[in-house]
C-alpha cells in the first residue's frame, strides 16, 4: 500500500502550525498581558520568562509557511493572494515587536515606556491579524480557474474581526499560564486572576463561534450536527468543559505551577481540532481538497526528504533551550 503524501505534508504542516500557535502564542500573550501590570521589574521578569526562546518558536511559523508552499502551492497562492493585507499586517507586528524586545532592554528609562508600548502593539497586531487568518479560512475563499477571484477585502468580515479578538484572548491565557508557570509571588498571583478571567472570555469566545460557523456554513452544521456525526463529535465539547473546569481549579490552588499551562495547551489543541474537524478535507474551503490544491508527488518526495532530517533537528534543539531554561525566572536576573 503506498503512502500518501498529501496528507503526510498536511500532517506535517497542521504540526508545524500548532507548534507554532503554542509556542509563539505564550511568548505573544506576554506582550498582550502588558496592561495587566504597570511594575517595570514585573514586566522585565515577564519579557525573561521567553527571551531565551522567543525568536526560535517562531521556526514552525517557517516551517509551515514553506511546507504549504512546496506541498500545496495552490492553497499557498490563493491564501497569499486573499489575505494579503491581514498577512502583511501580521510580519509587520512581528517585526515591530522583535524591534522592541531588543531595544527595551538598552533603552534609557525615559524611552523604556515607548518600547513596552511598541512590544505590546506588535503583540496584539499580529495576534489578530493571525485571528482574521483563521476566520478567512473558516469563511472561505472564492476560486475560479485555480486563482483567488475575490477581493481585496474579502476578508473583513465581522466574523473574522471577532476570530481575531478571540485569538487575543486565547494568546493572552497562554502567556498568563505560561507565567504560573514561570514567575513567583506578586506576579503569579496576578497572572492566577488574570487567567481566570480569560478562560472565562474564552470560553464566549468558543461558545459563540461555536454557534456563529454553522449559522453561517450548512456544511459545517451538517458535519458537526448530523447523525451519526454528532455521536463521535460530541467528545470534544465535552472536553472542552471538563479541561476548562480542571483549568479554573489548578489556577485556584496556590500550589500549583505547570498544571495550569498544560492544561491551557489542552484547550488550545482542542480547538483547533474543532477547527480542523469543520473544514476537512478542504484546504481551500469549502470546495478545494488538499488532493486538488497538492503540488506532483516527485516534488512532495523531494521536500520529504528534507523534512525528515530538518525537523527531528528542530525538535531536539526546541526541547533542549526549553530543557537549559526550565524553572523559575528571578527578578533581578535574565535578559542583558
Sequence with gaps: MSLDLSIIWFVI???????????????LGIGILFPFTESAQQRDVMVNSVAPVWDGNETWLVLGGAGLFGAFPLAYAVIIDALTIPLSLMLVGLIFRGVA???????TPSHRPFWDKAFMGGSILA????????????NGFQVTDRAYSGGAF?????????CGVGLVIAYALLGASWLVMKSEDALQACMRRA??????ALLAVIACISLWTPLLHSSIATRWFSLPNLYYLLPVPLLVLAVSALLWRHLGQTESHVPPFILTLALVFLGFSGLGISIWPAIIPPSITLWQAAAPV?????????????????????????????????QNEGYH
Excluded at 474579502?154 to 471577532?162: A, Q
Design 127 to 138: 495576534t489578530f491579524c493571525q485571528g482574521i487568518v483563521v476566520g478567512a479560512v473558516i
Design 101 to 107: 524586545f531588543e531595544f527595551r532592554f538598552n533603552a
Design 195 to 200: 487567567a481566570r478571567g480569560l478562560l472565562l
Design 154 to 162: 474579502d476578508w473583513l468580515t465581522p466574523f473574522t474581526l471577532f
Design 298 to 330: 516527485q516534488s512532495q518526495e523531494f521536500m520529504l526528504i528534507g523534512a525528515i532530517f530538518i525537523i527531528p533537528v528542530i525538535l531536539v534543539y526546541t526541547f533542549w533551550s526549553y530543557y537549559v531554561f526550565r524553572g523559575k525566572v528571578p
Design 13 to 27: 504542516i497542521v504540526f508545524a502550525t500548532l507548534m507554532y500557535i503554542v509556542m509563539d502564542g505564550f511568548d
